[in-house]
């Protein structure tokens, strides 16, 4: 497809599991953003990444968060031990250039029981 | 201090009308980047329009156009002949330092028939 792809499109998993999360940019895009939008804190930055070195990981909230991006393309977000706090719509975003406007996937709707 | 303010929570327009969403942001970052959203029920986000920090002229797309005042530090949305798709969630934001966008709280648009 043309878009940013992102699966799955929802998880529902238990407190304490691992979960990973998967964005698939628009081909060709070198910069490739994660973000997490959640009813009480809005649309947060996560992770930045500039083909597949990761120069800003500012926002990543604690340790049990981690991405990476292989081949410039496929990016992976994993949260370990997940916590209900985790609960969130996961998106990935990926722009030709760094500094260009963004385009976003659908998201991953994460849910911790 | 927050970098990216958006005043109203919800704003209601008749169809056809046109209707400004107002958004004023803070940056200390010469060259900066001004991006609005929107969020249909649905929870994708579409890319609207951007307007750089240096760029002379507003930024027009269509039905949107941008009113961006630099000394003022303003970046409002104006939406011209607002249709039923338009009701939406609309979120301004901001890339400063080329990385990451940072947004604001929203505002959820309501058009009526």
């Known amino acids: 497809g043309a878009g940013v792809s992102q699966s799955p499109s929802n998880k529902v998993t238990e407190k304490g599991k691992d979960v990973e999360l998967r964005c698939d940019p628009i081909?060709?895009?070198?910069?490739l953003y994660w973000y997490r939008q959640s009813l009480g804190q809005g649309l947060e930055f996560l992770i930045y990444?500039?083909?597949?070195?990761?120069?800003?990981k500012s926002g990543l909230p604690s340790d049990r968060f981690s991405a990476e991006r292989t081949g410039g393309s496929v990016s992976t977000l994993t949260i370990q031990r997940t916590q209900q706090e985790d609960s969130a719509v996961y998106l990935c975003?990926?722009?030709?250039?760094?500094?260009?406007?963004?385009?976003f996937g659908d998201g991953t709707r994460l849910s911790i029981l | 201090a927050q970098k990216i303010t958006q005043t109203q929570p919800g704003m209601f327009v008749q169809e056809k009308e046109a209707v400004t969403l107002d958004c004023t942001y803070d940056t200390s970052d010469p060259s900066y980047g001004l991006f609005w959203y929107k969020q249909p029920s649905s929870g994708e986000m579409i890319f609207l329009i951007y307007q750089g920090s240096y760029d002379q002229q507003n930024a027009t797309e269509g039905r949107y156009s941008l009113n961006f005042q630099k000394a003022r530090k303003s970046a409002n949305l104006v939406i011209s002949a607002s249709q039923l798709g338009d009701s939406a969630m609309y979120f301004c934001?901001?890339?400063?330092?080329?990385?990451?966008?940072?947004f604001g709280a929203g505002t959820i648009l309501r058009v009526k028939s």
């Open positions: 990444f500039q083909g597949n070195s990761a120069p800003d």
């Open positions: 934001a901001m890339m400063e330092y080329g990385n990451k966008l940072v």
């Open positions: 081909s060709g895009h070198t910069a």
């Open positions: 975003a990926s722009s030709l250039l760094r500094g260009k406007p963004q385009h």
